[in-house]
């Protein structure tokens, strides 16, 4: 009788311990990333576009602040190349304004995570970024190198999570980087970074990239 009265105190404690122990919901993570994301009950994948050495993921959050209640995302994992930027656009011309009922806009996500590409393709897609009034967003792990982290400047509202990293070198893939000794070919470069930053930040910018570009180097921006 007493194992049998201790039997149940044990099962009791068990089955306690089972309703307050947590049950980690299911999370949708974005690409590139180690485990940020979110509860994929709110999520809805809409495209999915796998190349060679890219991945493109667009999708619908549930977000009650828009009057539509959601929120167009795109994540973007692999190099900006000529095969990428491409699907890249058509996936940020897809993209549908987040409009609160104020009239205030919520302005759309895309994440980067990135090591490689072709730097004037990253110019290119800075630009887009500027348009288009997208946030660029490099979070947990990710890591937005070299051509990336030239459109991560371009991005009107940009901002680096946790551990993520924004890195600047001008090397590109190979054979695709800028000739830092030739002037000609850095003005892109230097036009680029004061169109997006201001004269006076674009050119301190600019003058630290030749430093950096002359001795193979990087530097992290974030």
């Known amino acids: ?3 049998f009265s201790t039997h149940l105190i044990l099962l009791g404690l ?3 311990l089972g309703c307050v122990a947590p049950n980690p919901e299911v999370h949708h993570v974005v690409l590139g990333s180690g485990s940020y994301g979110y509860p994929s009950a709110n999520v809805r ?3 999915v576009v796998q190349g060679d050495d890219f991945e493109l993921r667009f999708s619908q959050v549930k977000y009650p602040e828009c009057v539509s209640g959601s929120l167009d995302v795109v994540e973007f994992s692999g190099t900006i190349s000529q095969q990428s930027l491409p699907q890249l656009n058509a ?3 897809r993209i549908n304004p987040c409009v609160r009922r104020d009239g205030r806009r919520v302005v759309n996500p895309i994440y ?3 090591a490689q590409g072709e730097l004037l393709l990253g110019i290119q897609l800075g630009q887009w970024f500027q348009s288009k009034g997208i946030e ?5 792990s990710q890591v937005c190198e070299s051509a990336c982290a030239l459109a991560y400047l371009g991005a009107q509202r940009k901002q680096v999570q946790a551990n993520g990293r924004v890195v600047m070198h001008l090397s590109g893939e190979q054979g695709k980087g800028f000739d830092c000794a030739r002037s000609v070919d850095m003005m892109p470069l230097r036009n680029y970074l004061i169109a997006t930053s201001g004269k006076q930040s ?3 910018l600019f003058n630290q990239a030749l430093t950096y570009c002359r001795n193979g180097q990087g530097w992290n921006l974030s």
Do not use: D, P, R
Not at 136 to 140: D, G, L, S, Y
């Open 1 to 3: 009788m007493k194992y």
């Open 14 to 16: 068990l089955a306690l």
């Open 45 to 47: 994948v809409l495209n």
């Open 91 to 93: 996936m940020l011309n």
């Open 112 to 114: 980067l995570n990135s």
């Open 136 to 140: 660029a967003i490099v979070t947990e």
């Open 202 to 204: 674009g050119q301190a």
